[in-house]
């Protein structure tokens, strides 16, 4: 039986993608803050699913989580990083710098830690890493600033992760989602339930199972193939072109 790690498995993406890899025979550690969720989501799952609760900033929480796996744990073939937030949607100059921080934290920082403690196991199983991105690391708009880079700095690793470990099997691939209705707005609002129905009101979003669904294609796909990078949106999002500040004539 295979063993993935999910990062960010209390809600949204990550708990529907622990659902999706435990439904497809794997082991899986969940991962989150929140303990009563991560435990109710095993306790439904079963004994293939170990909840390991740490805040995944904490750079020692992630090593001791790692060290303190259950023997059947050890070793992990699938690193799903998909723990990360969006706070605020303020322009820079009014923007949060505690939020910034939080978002770099999250993100970036703690992304990297957990990605370089599961190095050495990867590579000794062949394994595979999916990082989760966002089209906000492509494609800047208003309000989007440290978010959009947190995210452009996922995509780059991902790929520079995948020319470092070029000749040892392991796969990397990035996913950059658009918009997927979950509790990301709510998390990005600051609780504000009503600004979260609104984006995604009538707008047919995808769903966290529709992204736990690609993860699960990419992982499971034959050992000689690699997703380097998949965008992928609801129908009902595209682009929106350029914006100009014009002076005023008179
Ligand atoms: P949710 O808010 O539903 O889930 C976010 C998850 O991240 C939660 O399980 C949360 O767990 C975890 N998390 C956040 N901060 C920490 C922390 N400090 N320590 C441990 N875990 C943490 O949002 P999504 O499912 O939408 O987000 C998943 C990923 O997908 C994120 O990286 C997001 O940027 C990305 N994404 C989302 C899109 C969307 O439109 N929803 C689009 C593109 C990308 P807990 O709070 O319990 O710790
Ligand atoms: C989430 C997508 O466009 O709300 O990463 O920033 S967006």
Redesign the pocket.
């Known amino acids: 039986m295979k063993t993935a790690i999910v990062?960010?498995?209390?809600?949204?993406?990550?708990e529907a993608t622990v659902r999706a890899l435990s439904s497809a025979g794997w082991q899986v550690v969940a991962?989150?803050?929140?303990a009563d969720?991560l435990e109710a989501l095993a306790g439904e799952l079963g004994d293939h699913v170990h909840a390991a609760v740490f805040?995944?900033?904490d750079a020692d929480a992630i090593k001791a989580a790692i060290a303190g796996l259950p023997e059947r744990f050890r070793g992990i073939d699938l690193l799903v990083n998909?723990?990360?937030?969006?706070l605020g949607t303020a322009p820079a100059q009014s923007a949060d710098l505690d939020q910034w921080h939080t978002m770099i934290d999250?993100?970036v920082s703690a992304l990297v830690t957990i990605t370089h403690h599961l190095l050495p196991q990867l590579i000794a199983r062949k394994g595979a890493i999916v990082n989760?991105a966002?089209?906000a690391g492509t494609y800047p708009y208003t309000g989007g600033n440290v978010y959009g880079a947190t995210k452009a700095f996922v995509q780059q690793l991902s790929l520079g992760l995948r020319s470092d470990l070029h000749g040892t099997g392991v796969r990397v691939s990035v996913i950059d989602?658009?918009?997927?209705e979950?509790?990301?707005t709510l998390?990005r609002t600051g609780g504000n339930r009503a600004a979260s129905d609104t984006i995604y009101g009538g707008a047919n979003p995808m769903t966290?199972e529709d992204i736990a669904a690609t993860i699960l294609w990419i992982a499971t796909l034959p050992p000689h193939l690699n997703v380097n990078r998949l965008e992928i949106m609801p129908v009902s999002q595209s682009f929106a072109g350029f914006q100009v500040a014009r002076e005023e004539t008179s």
């Open positions: 990062t960010g498995a209390t809600s949204g993406i990550g991962t989150g803050r929140r969720r805040d995944i900033r998909n723990a990360g937030l969006a999250t993100n989760i966002s089209v989602p658009g918009m997927v979950t509790e990301f998390v966290a």
